[in-house]
């Protein structure tokens, strides 16, 4: 999930959801941010960014990544995947919309302000009446604004909806696109296949004479040239060469074992899902209708405004929960729905999708795993006290052979090509050392990722060149066979296909017959020919297709075509979606542009180091 942030390019809409529209953003102070005499973090035209606007965005992204992944974000993170970034552009552009509104005048009345306030369930009692307290202490503990800070920025957001409302307003794709999309992906083929073998030859292929081998051979030279090869001696230094050398105490090894008590006594952990509300009664309420069946859990947190990727807790320990929340959690038989509960985030429901039993290792049976693991540290640990004296030796003029003779360095070589991956050469850091050596460098030490290191010299680099017959014979019969076989088969297949397509059956032919109905173009079929289905796609009703197979020849007739149906029920509500879903898309993107041509009309002004200021105060408050 994080990785995909990396190169995603994330909607500055989930960022103004998440940071501007300001619901539910708790337990994030400002911490003096927006104090002293730093009050923006920059402008776009006239219009200033509050650093409590950018903060609150920013906190609600990183809180909201923390909550879908589980982890908590470090300050690398945070910058590292551009979540910083995305969200200055995304109250950048808010910025932009603001100021255009303002100097072209938009603007709504008190009455829209105030049916907004009245109508957030924020701000209303059990009854559904306005609680001017409810009201005053959201705005104080959660948003830390005065009403009348709040007003301006209700007033700010209904305005800019208006101004984003008239550039998406009237986006209308033709309905040749959706039909022709939909066309073109939702068509279908039925088709049956075969595979035609060796086993359909009437006669084995000959065993080749020495001249069709030769004749072969010489039309096939690039086919049978060795790879370039480097000639390379190398002195390495292996820790695990030196662990009969290294003594591991006995009271080292149980100090390991208690240190590491976590990994070895595994507390019993519970796959949860924690489903939180707003107060008691409406988990009990949501209790109830569960129990009564009259909906999922599923249905519970779609109500919610959730996907249950969002309230996923992961597997965890009874000490990870408050006591009450463990107290039933833990006291569970075992999976199924438990509570309303509080829970650190309120009243709440959990969900046990799995139980995981208590895992203790006693020491007896870690000893063994724990001393190697001692040693090997301690191995390392010696290859890296010994890299001074090498590095002097070879500063000195010491050969490889002279290291491995005076050290507890190994003296090897290796003829290395591409291919080779064994012993030392399975190492990345080796391979890198031969493909950047030159003739005339002097040997350095360079390090393994296991903690070793060693030391080479490239004595020769042999070019590509022809492999003569006699070396590769064996393989050339074996080329010849195999084309002389496809050759035979791709003679018989086409016979087959003229008889396919005048009317005749697979099992006329003595072939195994399989079918396939309602395939799609991208659907793909596991050990046949990755183009199968786009050549069956190239196909008119009753013809065939003849493809080249690792199995042989692959033989397809097309039997039927199903075109989309555009008047099915399923159907046109697909092309209704799909419409939309253009739509939105092409009135995004019209957005996105407008919004980028205001910010390089109005101008953009930006104060690093109040941005700069914000990103820290965040981290460290992970």
Known sequence: MLNSLRSGSNSKVMWIIMGLLMLGLTGFGLGGLGGGTIRSIGTVGEEKIPVTTYYRALAGAVNNLNRRTGQTLSASEIEAFGISSQVLEAVIGVAALDNETNRIGVSVGDDLVRQAILGNPNFQALDGSFDKEAYDFFLERNLQV????????????????????????????????????????????????????????????????????????????????????????????????????????????????????????????????????????????????????????????????????????????????????????????????????????????FRINAVLAEDNTPFEEAREQLRAELAGEAARRLVSDMVGDLDDSLAAGATLEELAKETEMVLGSIAFTAESEDGIAGYEAFRAAVLAAKDGDFPE????????????????????????????????????????????????????????????SFADLQLAPNSEQNALRNRYFDGLPADAVLSVFELEVGKVAVLDGVRGVFLARLTAVHPFDDQSEDNIETITSVTGALNTQVGADILEFYTAALQEQAGVQLNQAAINSVNTGIATQR
């Open 445 to 504: 030490l360079v390090d393994l990722s296991d903690g070793g290191l060693f030391a080479l010299s490239v004595n020769e680099v042999k070019d590509p060149a022809q492999i003569p017959f006699d070396q590769v014979s064996e393989r050339v019969a074996a080329d010849w066979t195999q084309a002389e076989t496809l050759k035979a088969l791709k003679v018989l297949a086409e016979g087959f296909e003229t008889k396919l397509e005048s009317g005749s």
């Open 146 to 349: 005065s009403p009348a800070e709040f007003d301006e920025l209700l007033r700010k957001e209904n305005a800019r909806s208006l101004l984003e409302g008239s550039i998406r307003g009237g986006i209308s794709t033709s309905d040749a696109i959706p039909l022709t999309l939909l066309g073109y992906i939702q068509e279908s083929r039925d088709f049956e296949w075969a595979w035609v073998t060796d086993l359909h030859l009437d006669e084995q292929i000959a065993t080749p004479t020495d001249a069709q081998l030769q004749a072969y051979y010489g039309a096939n030279t690039d086919s049978y040239r060795s790879l370039k090869t480097h000639e390379v001696t190398y002195a390495w230094l292996d820790p695990a060469n030196l662990l009969d050398s290294v003594n591991v105490a006995e009271d080292q090894i149980r100090e390991s074992y208690e240190l590491q008590s976590d990994r070895f006594n595994r507390a019993e952990h519970r796959a949860l899902d924690r489903l939180v509300f707003p107060n008691v009664e409406d988990a009990e309420s949501a209790r109830n209708r569960l129990d009564a069946g009259s909906l999922s859990f599923e249905d519970l947190v779609r109500e919610r405004g959730l996907e249950v990727v969002d309230i996923e807790l992961g597997e965890v320990a009874a000490s990870t929960l408050s006591e009450a929340a463990a107290e039933v959690v833990f006291g569970a038989d075992g999976p199924g729905i438990v509570g309303p509960v509080d829970s650190s985030l309120g009243p709440a429901l």
